[in-house]
């Protein structure tokens, strides 16, 4: 953690001297005291879209329980969060509220204590203890995109499709203006993956397909760091795959393909009453609520094809549903550079404040904002890994791997970066990062490159010399490295 | 053989597995009430767009007229419309059993209108602009021939050689008896989401399936969701233009539930208004049944009942179909012809007093005040006036009462017969100084009273004092003052001296004589003389002064009378002063009055002119916008009666 921690640092002394500025003006305090605290948090991750795109299913799969929808009775909650915690609580308007597990998600159920309450933030909080949420918070948000980016670090876009309608929405979430505009905290889900093509069996391969098409595409990827064919449904069922479920999935499975494929044809004669003979119609009627038809179908053809304990068959449908490819984006671009996310949503933040209450230090306080923003080289290196990763700009191969793994792809501390064993002596890692820089310094001035992929060069060149710089300030040799 | 020809469903047999339709084929059976009924829409559509193009709507009589050649054409034109990823081209496709339309993840691109022919056959048509009709014919040059086999890539090839945006469709004609009735089949690009502002979505709908030459669209939507918002108020834009709307829910084989979702649509679209008939298919059964040659996956996939809805609305489409279409586009035009006119005519019986009337009344305003204003003046005047008259004698009385105080004051020592030559002149100048301030003062009241008078007019009669002030001055100052002869003065001559003396001596001599004649002495002595000339001297002395006395009496009578006439004449003379003025005024005043009142006569005449003309104009509007009105009743009763029919 070098570069990444430098510049959620220098956010934070900015974050102080401004709240100093602002220590009389009430809302530009609370303000920019909420964005201090949350700057030490969690990934603030929501994951927002149209109605009835999938957001809840696909945050009930990331957390993989069912904890999504929150059902409240009269009202809905414009944004739920998901954060982790030791016991199970909610917190509707700033008040506990009792929380009830349901078939499908969770119930909160107002008492007395909220008729008093003004109508403030439609927004729940939901305390889970869950592994998944510990450096990620999640956010459950009815919110459009627009707002959803300002109560966020980073967003998944939900959508059907990736239409013409949506570009527009992404365009106007992408930042306020300046270099905080590249779209470092955006991520694309098309969540009809299960339904490409009326459904058939090899409906997820073409969605992938397509997504990777859409991601190479400049003008969406200019807008976002990856697009991602994922079907919420499946993936929410696999994650929470029951006995119960396996075992009429396998029974299902023995039967001939004869026999049961007619059945599969469409969700009326699966659910029909008295055919399938080993499952009943109301256990086929749950399996197509919880799979869908292109989920039943999936699930029969992996049980057939080696998915015969639940632990299999469930790590195979997050594999097909498209669940392990959103999980390791999330993981590679969101979750590792938090802090670079955490600092840039402070960073607009902070600017949005400097800009509505203009004061004779604002001036000041705005400039350095814009030096430092300026300055984050951390933003155009995670742009340059997205690009890598979705293959829109390609470097040539013997360097493509060396470039991700210097970018921080694998890991953002010194040794993740050069590639260095847990147990590298200091001088070892002098000598790596010296040679790193030496070759990319190389291929940014050797002139042998394109145009983009010097450039690209260039900031991989860029890395290297944090990289050195840090090591230079590090000059203990005893001082363990990463 | 092209490829949509091979497979088990080639043979030439109908190609739904739906009975066929009962409903015989217009062409075949002639009926003559469906003619007198073609006539009568004919005839009522002729009708409005004759309307229309009298009220100066060409646009909507434009439309009209397309889509009156449209309704006489045989075709039934189906477009099938939607957003994206709802299964529009696999609808087609599963239709007519038939590869025509790019099914993927990719979209339609282009839209592909498919019809009946002997022999398949595939091309592009470039139109000339993007709101040309798709139905015009186009030149050779315009039509790019499509290979068959891989019509998808074909047509992403040769519109990739055009440029970009350039308006284009394909035709795609396929040997297919459901087509061969006249039906046709337009698969479209989805329509674009609700991004732009409210209203631009219908508006796109509305005009893509006007340019297309729809007879009947056909709304999909995925069984999964169920109609949204947005796609509710398309739906609600285009019944305004098409009578018979289809909403078919799609993908019926993979939603779970979607028998709720179908209720749920119908009931949307009732509580929505929108008369549209709708059903839920599976293009996915339908196609598999046609694979297997399975009736039962057939009638399953709910494809049967939408062909004969189609088949039922090509046969309907001369009679019923297009009475209801002309109804419905007849009555959306009568209604926009009908609403600017009765809110003109709302507006005009709402409107306030107009400009005309509003006049006249001002100008009879203007001529009862001219009214009063000339009885204030005469009484202005004739105030002024007497006022005048008694201050005028009152000044004068009063100076010359001083003048002649003066006077006599004078006489009270001077001795006229000594000073007569010094106050002649005197009591002339006086008197003439007299007479010309009184003159001056009576112009300048005469001024003033003008002023007053002047001011009893209303504002806007302008200046109406009288040009010059009128002549006050009377004759010359030498008439007035005449001048004045002295007195005849009493002579005292030295003999009269001498005789009174005499007479008065002669007492004193004998009184002293004889005083002195008891002394002895004679009677004149020199003492009796001595007393004599005392005596004498006192009696001429006292003499004299009487006779002074007598001649200031004489003297101041004299000029009293003298002043007193000079008062007399000099208040004639400022009477008739005042009266000439007076005179002069009211002469003047008369006029301005009069020409003022021609004036106001002048313009109240006009005014009432006027507004008798725009009254009369008023009216003949109304009166027209009444008659239009009732002509665009009497057609909507038609139109009324036409539906009945249906």
Same mark, same amino acid.
């Given at each position: 953690m070098i570069d990444d921690e430098d510049l959620q640092e220098r956010t934070h002394r900015l974050l102080a001297e401004a709240a100093h500025v602002?220590?009389?003006?009430?809302?530009?305090?609370?303000?920019?005291?909420?964005?201090?605290?949350?700057?030490?948090?969690p990934l603030r991750l929501a994951v927002a879209g149209p109605a009835q795109s999938g957001k809840s299913t696909l945050v009930s799969a990331l957390i993989g329980e069912q904890l999504a929808p929150v059902e409240l009775p009269g009202e809905q909650p414009e944004s739920v969060v998901y954060r982790d915690g030791t016991e199970p609580l909610a917190w509707w308007r700033d008040a506990e509220i009792p929380v009830a597990r349901t078939g499908y998600g969770l119930r909160l159920s107002p008492d007395a204590r909220h008729e008093r309450r003004l109508p403030g933030t439609s927004r729940a909080v939901i305390v889970w203890p869950s592994r998944v949420l510990r450096r990620t918070e999640l956010i459950d948000t009815r919110l459009p995109l627009v707002r959803a980016v300002e109560e966020a670090d980073a967003v998944l876009y939900v959508t059907p499709q990736l239409g013409d309608a949506d570009v527009p929405a992404l365009l106007t979430a992408r930042g306020p203006r300046g270099p905080i505009t590249a779209p470092v905290h955006l991520m694309v889900v098309l969540s009809r993956a299960d339904a490409t093509g009326g459904g058939r069996t090899d409906a997820l391969l073409t969605a992938k397909q397509a997504a990777r098409r859409r991601r190479r595409e400049p003008r969406i990827g200019a807008l976002c760091q990856d697009v991602l064919a994922v079907s919420p449904l499946i993936a929410a069922a696999a994650r929470t795959l029951t006995a119960d479920e396996f075992q009429a999935i396998t029974a299902l499975a023995a039967l001939p393909r004869a026999e049961s494929e007619p059945h599969l044809l469409s969700t009326d004669r699966f659910a029909a009453a008295g055919v399938l003979s080993p499952v009943d119609a109301p256990g086929r009627v749950r399996l197509l609520q919880r799979f869908g038809l292109g989920g039943v179908r999936l699930a029969l053809t992996l049980a057939r094809t080696g998915g015969d304990t639940p632990a299999v068959l469930a790590e195979r449908l997050q594999e097909h549903s498209g669940l392990k490819d959103l999980q390791s984006s999330i993981a590679g671009l969101f979750t590792a550079r938090r802090s670079v996310l955490r600092a840039r949503s402070a960073l607009a933040t902070l600017d949005h404040v400097l800009r509505t209450h203009r004061t004779p230090a604002a001036g000041h306080l705005l400039a350095q904002v814009e030096l430092l923003v300026a300055d984050a080289h951390e933003l155009r290196e995670l742009r340059l890994l997205s690009a890598l990763r979705a293959g829109r700009l390609n470097l040539p191969p013997e360097h493509g791997a060396d470039a991700r793994q210097l970018l921080g792809g694998a890991g953002v501390s010194i040794g993740e970066r050069l590639g260095m064993s847990p147990d590298a002596t200091a001088d070892d890692t002098w000598h790596a990062a010296r040679t790193a820089a030496g070759r990319w310094r190389d291929l940014a001035h050797g002139g042998t490159l394109p145009a983009a992929q010097r450039r690209a060069a260039e900031t991989v060149l860029r890395s290297c010399d944090m990289i050195a710089n840090r090591l230079d300030r590090l000059s203990s040799p005893a001082l363990p490295l990463g | 053989m092209t490829n949509w020809e091979t497979g088990p469903t080639a043979y030439p047999g109908p190609v739904s597995l739906a009975p066929p339709p009962r409903v015989p084929s217009p062409r075949t059976e002639p009926d003559p009430l469906r003619a007198s009924g073609a006539l009568l829409w004919l005839d009522v559509l002729d009708a409005t767009i004759r309307t229309c193009t009298e009220h100066g709507r060409t646009e909507t009589a434009e439309q009209l007229s397309r889509r009156r050649a449209r309704l006489l054409h045989p075709e039934l034109r189906v477009l099938v419309v939607g957003a994206?990823?709802?299964? %529009?081209?696999?609808?087609?496709?599963?239709?007519?059993?038939?590869?025509?339309?790019?099914?993927?993840?990719?979209?339609?691109?282009?839209?592909?209108?498919?019809?009946?022919?002997?022999?398949?056959?595939?091309?592009?048509?470039?139109r000339g602009a993007p709101g040309a009709d798709w139905t015009a014919e186009v030149?050779?040059?315009?039509?790019?021939?499509?290979?068959?086999?891989? !019509?998808?890539?074909?047509?992403?090839?040769?519109?990739?050689?055009?440029?970009?945006?350039?308006?284009?469709?394909?035709e795609v004609a396929v040997p297919r008896s459901l087509l061969a009735g006249g039906l046709v089949l337009i698969d479209t690009p989805p329509l674009p989401g609700p991004t732009g502002p409210a209203g631009q979505a219908v508006r796109d709908a509305g005009d893509l399936a006007t340019h297309a030459g729809a007879d009947l669209v056909l709304y999909?939507?995925?069984?999964?969701?169920?109609?949204?918002?947005?796609?509710?108020?398309?739906?609600?834009g285009l019944a305004a233009l098409f009578p018979e709307l289809l909403v078919v829910l799609t993908k019926t084989d993979y939603a779970v539930d979607w028998r709720r979702n179908l209720a749920d649509t119908r009931d949307r679209l009732a509580r929505a208004g929108v008369p549209a008939a709708t059903t839920a298919v599976s293009s996915t059964l339908r196609l598999h049944a046609l694979q297997a040659g399975d009736t039962a996956l057939n009638a399953e996939s709910g494809f049967p009942d939408l062909l004969v809805h189609l088949r039922r609305m090509v046969a309907a489409k001369p009679g019923a179909l297009a009475r209801e279409t002309v109804g419905r586009l007849a009555g959306v035009a009568v209604q926009q012809l009908a609403v600017p006119l009765r809110d003109k005519l709302a507006a005009q019986r709402d409107a306030s007093?107009?400009?005309?009337?509003?006049?006249?009344?001002?100008?009879?305003?203007? !001529?009862?005040?001219?009214? %009063?204003?000339?009885?204030?003046?005469?009484?202005?005047?004739?105030?002024?006036?007497?006022?005048?008259?008694?201050?005028?004698?009152?000044?004068?009385?009063?100076r010359t009462r001083a003048v002649l105080a003066e006077a006599e004051q004078f006489f009270a020592e001077a001795d006229p017969a000594k000073a007569w030559d010094e106050f002649e002149p005197w009591l002339r100048r006086s008197l003439l100084e007299l007479a010309e301030t009184s003159t001056t003062w009576l112009a300048e009241r005469t001024d003033w009273t003008a002023q007053q008078v002047?001011?009893?007019?209303?504002?806007?009669?302008?200046?109406?004092?009288?040009?010059?002030?009128?002549?006050?001055?009377?004759?010359?100052?030498?008439?007035?003052?005449?001048?004045?002869?002295?007195?005849?003065?009493?002579?005292?001559?030295?003999?009269? %001296?001498?005789?009174?003396?005499?007479?008065?001596?002669?007492?004193?001599?004998?009184?002293?004589? !004889?005083?002195?004649?008891?002394?002895?002495?004679?009677?004149?002595?020199?003492?009796?003389?001595?007393?004599?000339?005392?005596?004498?001297?006192?009696?001429?002395?006292?003499?004299? %002064?009487s006779l002074l006395k007598k001649r200031q009496a004489e003297a101041k009578t004299?000029?009293?009378?003298?002043?007193?006439?000079?008062?007399?004449?000099?208040?004639?003379?400022?009477?008739?002063?005042?009266?000439?003025?007076?005179?002069?005024?009211?002469?003047?005043?008369?006029?301005?009055?009069?020409?003022?009142?021609?004036?106001i006569?002048?313009?109240?005449?006009?005014?009432?002119?006027?507004?008798?003309?725009?009254?009369?104009?008023?009216?003949?509007?109304s009166r027209r916008i009444q008659q239009e009105l009732a002509a665009l009743a009497q057609l909507h009763a038609q139109l009324v009666a036409l539906n009945g029919r249906a």
């Open positions: 602002y220590r009389g003006v009430p809302p530009a305090a609370a303000v920019l005291r909420a964005t201090v605290e949350g700057l030490a948090g | 994206a990823q709802q299964g %529009k081209s696999q609808l087609v496709n599963a239709l007519i059993n038939a590869g025509v339309c790019g099914a993927g993840a990719d979209g339609t691109r282009v839209p592909t209108v498919v019809r009946h022919a002997g022999a398949p056959s595939a091309q592009l048509i470039r030149g050779l040059q315009d039509r790019i021939p499509l290979a068959l086999e891989a !019509l998808d890539a074909a047509i992403t090839e040769a519109t990739g050689r055009l440029p970009a945006g350039a308006p284009v469709h394909a999909v939507c995925e069984a999964d969701r169920g109609l949204s918002d947005p796609e509710l108020t398309v739906l609600q007093v107009p400009d005309a009337v509003a006049r006249l009344h001002a100008t009879q305003r203007r !001529l009862d005040d001219l009214r %009063k204003c000339a009885v204030r003046w005469q009484n202005t005047l004739s105030d002024e006036i007497g006022d005048l008259m008694s201050d005028v004698e009152h000044d004068l009385r009063d002047a001011g009893q007019f209303p504002a806007e009669a302008g200046a109406v004092l009288p040009p010059l002030a009128l002549e006050v001055a009377g004759p010359a100052p030498d008439d007035v003052v005449p001048g004045l002869d002295a007195p005849p003065v009493a002579r005292f001559s030295p003999t009269q %001296k001498l005789f009174i003396g005499l007479r008065g001596s002669y007492g004193g001599v004998v009184m002293f004589g !004889l005083a002195t004649s008891l002394a002895g002495m004679s009677l004149i002595n020199p003492i009796s003389v001595g007393g004599g000339a005392i005596f004498g001297g006192k009696t001429i002395r006292d003499e004299s %002064k004299i000029v009293a009378r003298h002043v007193d006439d000079v008062f007399v004449h000099l208040n004639k003379e400022a009477r008739d002063s005042v009266r000439r003025v007076q005179r002069g005024l009211r002469d003047h005043f008369t006029a301005v009055t009069e020409d003022l009142q021609e004036v006569m002048d313009s109240l005449r006009n005014a009432k002119a006027a507004a008798d003309r725009d009254v009369a104009a008023r009216e003949q509007h």
